[in-house]
Each structure stands twice: as C-alpha cells, then as structure tokens.
C-alpha cells in the first residue's frame, strides 16, 4: 500500500514539474501574440518561480525578464508612433526584468559535468546568457530606467531615483557586457557621466552617502561636473561627520580647481575652527595673493590675531604678579596690534561694513589712537 502511495505522489511531482515547465512556455506564447497579456504571464510565471523543480532553471528566469522586455519593445514601439510611454508603469518593468536576468545569468553559470567528465557550461545556457546580453544592450540604449528614474526624482522619492539610474549605469560593467561589440554599442561619454552624476545627488538627496561618496569621487577626476562633484564630496563627508576626510576632500579639490577660491575659503574655515591658526594664516595669505581685494580675507586673519589676543586676556586676569603680568600683556598687545591693519584694509575695501568699524573702534580706543572720534561718529555714537 505504502509503495503506491509513493508512485502516486511520484507522478503528482512530476505532474507539478510539467505543469510549471508548460507555463512558462505559455508565458512567452501571451507576451509574443499580437495583443500581449502581460498581467496573466506574470500571474502564471509566479509560480513557476517558487517552484522547486522549475526555480532553479535559468530559462525560468529568463522568459520572467522577458514579460518586462516585451512591455519595453512595445512601449518604444508605440513611441515611434508618437506616444509618450508611461513611464511609471514601464519603469518597474523594465527593472523587475533586469533583476530576473541577473538571477538567470547566476544559473546559467552553473558547470555540469560533459560525456568526458569535464565540467562545463550548458551550451543552451551559453546561448542564454548571450541573448540576456544582447537584451540588456538594449536597456541601455533605451533608457527607460533613467526616464523612470527622473520622474520618480520629480516626485521627490530620490532613493527610487538613485536606484534606477545605478541598475542603468551597471549595465556596462557586467560580466556578461564584457563583449567587444557590445561595448563599442554602448558608449559611455559625457551623457553617461552626467547620468552618473544625477545618480550621485540622488544617492546624497536621500542621505545615502556610502552610495553617493564614490560616484562623486568618479566625477571629480572627469569632464563633466567635476567641480560641483568635488563639492559635494567634501559635503557627504561634513555630513558623515568625517572631518579628516572633509578635510582631504578641500585639499584635493583646491589642488584640482587652484582658481576656484570656494575650496581655499572652506580649508581656511576648517584651519580656523580647529585651532590651526598657522596653517589658516597661510592659506590665507595665499588667498589675499590671488585675490587682494576681498575684503574677507583681510577681516578672517584680522580675526585669527585678534581671537589670540583675547585668549591671553581671558588668561592674564588670573595673574598676581605684576612682572609676569606686563610680560603678557606686552605679547597680547602686539597681537592687537598686529590684527589692526587687517581690520584697516577691510575697512577700506568695505567702508560700509559697521562690524568692521566697531572692531577698529575697539582697537582704537585701546591704543588711544586718535581715529577713535573719527571712527565713533561714523557709527553714530
């Protein structure tokens, strides 16, 4: 009785199997008529694709990429004809076809063992995966994913958009792609490096910097948007809160864009703020060389003086002895005084600027300068 049963089930396995292997031949007879029914090729490939004697066959997976592929063709189809595809419907497609094809391209790799015992690829999957090749080519050269993708960027979901343009920008370097023929139909010029770039301000609109870091890396030594991705390089790791490679970033890109000061200004302010006064005195110098009449500049290393002077105040209040305290305060005054002609030549490039005037006034006052009134009346006290 057992043995029966056991036959019994045998055969409803392998009715299960046969039913599965049927589907998804029928899947491609609905997605190749005239009229394709997508919906019901996918409702029949789900099963086919949980099912154990059919799941691990990377034909299944194939003819599954192909529901969304032939969505693609007609989609671009009915643009010839001057229709707009939907995009947001396409897009998923498009993308869920992708996916299918990685997996069927990771099976198709399986070795089987030959008649003289060598272990080698199936010839039909050698096939496969050079029809998956010649498809994803396809991909790319449509790029449905990067008009998905600028939609969903437009609906503000920028990790979606991220997402679609790095599966679009990974098409070339797939192992499968590595043809010559195939590379040479997909140039990856300046429009490919400016879709990188979106992908990359995608990736750091929605916070994933560890996606957004290398891309921006990429760019910055390229042609297009290097100085924005040098930029922004230096914000994804401010906003990681990895100063030291902030800090790496600034240098980097100062030594790559040398006339751009906005690189100069942000390490002068990184000096500053860490204390390194030295170091921000001789970016600033350099800063003042290039550009001698920023009146910034002259304020920022009036500052830098200025900010030693008053932490040696804020010290000597606490000294008794009248012999240290006149050594400190020798070494004080000269400090103010040696901010006094930055405030002065700030003053002159930006007369108008009364923060400037109030500091001169301050320094005046302390060394009873007699430009004290002069400067006193101008800021109307």
């Known amino acids: 009785m057992k043995k029966i049963i056991f036959m019994a089930s045998a055969v409803l396995m392998s009715a299960v199997c046969l039913a599965q292997v049927q589907n998804v031949k029928k899947v491609q007879g609905l997605i190749f008529q005239e009229q394709p029914d997508f919906a019901q090729a996918r409702q029949l490939m789900a099963d086919a694709l949980q099912n154990p004697e059919t799941k691990d066959l990377a034909n299944t997976w194939y003819v599954a990429g192909l529901i969304g592929y032939k969505q693609s063709e007609a989609a671009m189809m009915a643009l010839a004809y001057g229709q707009t595809p939907d995009y947001m419907t396409l897009g998923p497609a ?7 094809w990685l997996k069927a391209d990771e099976l198709a790799q399986v070795l089987v063992q030959d008649k003289k015992g060598n272990m080698v690829m199936d010839k039909k999957n050698v096939k496969l995966r050079k029809q998956i090749a010649n498809n994803m080519k396809d991909y790319f ?3 449905e994913m990067i008009q998905y993708g600028v939609q969903l960027n437009d609906q503000q979901r920028y ?23 195939l590379q040479a139909q997909m140039p990856q010029d300046t429009t490919f490096d400016l879709y990188k770039y979106y992908a990359a301000r995608f990736a750091y609109s929605s916070s994933r910097l560890d996606d957004a870091i290398p891309l921006f890396r990429e760019l910055m030594d390229g042609q297009v948007e290097a100085l924005a991705s040098s ?11 990895d100063s030291t490679k902030a800090e790496e970033a600034l240098v980097a890109g100062m030594q790559k864009f040398p006339a751009e000061p906005w690189f100069l200004q942000n390490l002068i302010n990184t000096y500053v703020f860490s204390g390194r006064d030295q170091l921000a005195i001789q970016c600033l110098e350099q800063a003042i060389q290039r550009d001698p009449n920023n009146a910034d500049y002259y304020n920022v290393m009036g ?30 005054d000269e400090l103010y005084k040696k901010s006094q002609p930055y405030f002065e030549k700030a003053h002159e490039l930006a007369p108008d600027n009364k923060d400037y005037m109030q500091v001169l006034k301050g320094l005046y006052y302390r060394f009873q300068d007699p430009r004290y009134k002069e400067i006193s009346a101008a800021l109307g006290n």
């Not at 343009?165 to 792609?177: E, G, Q, T, V």
């Not at 830098?304 to 050594?327: P, S």
């Open 231 to 241: 930029e922004f390089l230096y914000q994804c790791y401010i906003d990681k809160g």
């Open 94 to 100: 498009v993308i869920e076809s992708y996916d299918y």
């Open 141 to 143: 050269q449509r790029a």
């Open 303 to 332: 500052n830098i003086y200025l900010n030693q002077a008053t932490k040696i105040n804020e010290k000597a209040a606490f000294i008794k002895d009248n012999k240290e305290f006149e050594v400190v305060k020798a070494q004080m």
């Open 159 to 181: 990790s979606e958009a991220f997402d679609a343009f790095s599966k679009y920008l990974s098409i070339p370097k797939l192992d499968m792609m590595q043809d010559a023929k």
